[in-house]
């Protein structure tokens, strides 16, 4: 039902006589508790406490009530005491001087330093010691860089051409074995065209046999490949 000018009235005028939201909803007619909660929101009335929150208040506070403690009686009177005569007490002598008083206190001895326990250290697979968290090293500087020399040639080769002498220009043909002391190259102006000179050339390369003076290939093993 809808919400006319006579019902919005006659909702401000039961809201404000303090009767609650079922009983105007019953008076109405047509509308429910919450609808008439709702307009009664939507109209900017007073809101009032809930009756059920009310109850349960005063009902919690006769439950306090009840399980205080009664309260305490009155206490009796206590008759006085007899004030009984203390004897004076005898002074004390003051306490002698003695030179070891006298003299100052030295300080307490320090505690020894105790041993500082062995750091446990994590084996790798390798028989390695890991690094541990607070182990870690500050990067080392690097080295100053180096200036490089070049090593005096070996009085063996005096005169001979080494390895750093090579160009396109000599014979690259190699005397001696590498790693003796008189090793070196033939150093002779080479054969144009070839790397080496006119007579390492004739060694370098070598003219092949006519055919028929040719060896004839070593036999197969095991008589030869197998027929199948």
């Not at 105007?24 to 919450?34: F, K, P």
Request: glycine share 8%.
């Amino acid at each position: 039902m809808a919400w006319t000018d006579e019902r919005i009235n006659q909702l401000k005028t039961m809201w404000e006589q303090g009767m609650t939201a079922s009983q105007i909803a019953e008076e109405l007619g047509g509308v429910s508790r919450n609808a008439v909660i709702g307009k009664a929101h939507r109209l900017g009335l007073q809101s009032r406490p809930s009756p059920v929150k009310a109850n349960d208040s005063e009902a919690k506070a006769e439950e306090r009530r009840a399980a205080a403690p009664p309260p305490p009686r009155a206490a009796e009177p206590v008759p006085a005491p007899v004030p009984v005569p203390v004897p004076a007490a005898a002074p004390r002598p003051a306490p002698a001087t003695t030179a070891a008083a006298a003299e100052p206190q030295s300080p307490p001895a320090e505690a020894a330093p105790r041993p500082a326990e062995p750091a446990m250290r994590s084996v790798g697979p390798g028989g390695f010691l890991r690094q541990g968290p607070g182990d870690q090293q500050a990067p080392i500087p690097p080295a100053p860089p180096r200036r490089l020399v070049p090593a005096k040639p070996s009085a063996d080769i005096a005169g001979k051409t080494s390895l750093l002498e090579l160009n396109d220009r000599i014979c690259k043909w190699p005397l001696g074995h590498p790693g003796e002391p008189d090793f070196h190259f033939c150093g002779v102006q080479v054969n144009p065209g070839f790397p080496y000179c006119v007579e390492h050339c004739g060694q370098a390369y070598q003219a092949q046999l006519p055919r028929r003076d040719r060896r004839p290939p070593p036999p197969l093993p095991f008589g030869g490949p197998r027929v199948r």
